[in-house]
């Protein structure tokens, strides 16, 4: 009877679009328009700068390869806490989960939220820093609304994913393709003894690696809904996670 019973399953509503979005449009968020200034300053000069945003996006790729690699072969949603529960035990998935849902997490969207609030006030006060009652208030409002949103329905969330990752694209094309223009204008002088100035403490270093990964952050999230995709993809050779099976008897 016990196998008879139906089990309880998510509905595959998350498409290939969506699931684009919600890596693409998490990464490409506020951190992205406001770390590079914390890098570059803390790093102390360009060059430097530009080296740190290219080991940064180097360690996102091969970590997201890693957990392309677990999302075929653990097919459950819940990311790094459901392949901690399978590989190491209840008991370091529950102090994982209870950590981030009490510190993390809350932490990183509050983070991301005041950023968002802060951009979204700054064209009222153009002459003065925005009140921080008001910067907190809009904060606290952009998360209900989209804590709300993705209670309701997914594919109304998702189209909402989709709809800002293409208006921050579209931001981040506007941003590359003016700086080409400049370059090729001739304003280089950034590049001149591009260098010169380097802080390589730990502390300087290790601010500037903090601050590129947290821009990076979000290559994480899609494990996070892997039984929501509809047509989640098997990557390699089927003959790779072949199990080897027990011998039974002597």
């Known amino acids: 009877m016990d196998d008879m019973t139906p089990k309880l399953s998510l509905k595959r509503e998350v498409g290939l679009v969506g699931a684009v979005s919600l890596i693409g449009g998490t990464m490409i968020g506020s951190g992205i328009f406001m770390s590079p200034q914390t890098v570059l300053f803390t790093i102390g ?5 530009l080296v740190v945003w290219a080991i940064c996006g180097l360690l996102v790729i091969l970590v997201s390869f890693c957990y392309a690699e677990l999302g075929t072969v653990i097919r459950e949603s819940g990311g790094e806490y459901i392949y901690i529960l399978r590989t190491s035990g209840p008991v370091l998935a529950f102090m994982l989960i209870f950590s981030s849902v009490l510190f993390v997490r809350p932490a990183g969207v509050a983070g991301i939220s005041l950023s968002f609030a802060q951009y979204v006030v700054a064209p009222f006060y153009s002459d003065c820093p925005p009140p921080v009652v008001l910067v907190k208030c809009v904060a606290a409002v952009a998360i209900i609304v989209l804590a709300t ?9 998702m189209s909402v994913q989709v709809f800002f990752m293409v208006v921050k694209v579209l931001a981040l094309g506007v941003i590359i393709i003016g700086g080409l223009v400049m370059l090729i204008q001739g304003h280089t002088e950034n590049f001149e003894d591009s260098f010169e100035n380097t802080n390589l403490g730990i502390n300087s270093i290790g601010i500037a690696f903090y601050q590129g990964l ?10 996070y809904v892997t039984e929501e995709l509809k047509r989640p993809e098997v990557i390699g050779s089927s003959n790779l996670y072949c199990r080897p099976k027990m011998k039974t008897g002597s």
């Open 149 to 157: 949103v993705n209670c309701l329905n997914v594919r109304f969330s």
């Open 214 to 223: 947290w821009s990076y952050d979000g290559w994480n999230n899609l494990n």
């Open 45 to 49: 000069s360009p060059g430097a700068s």
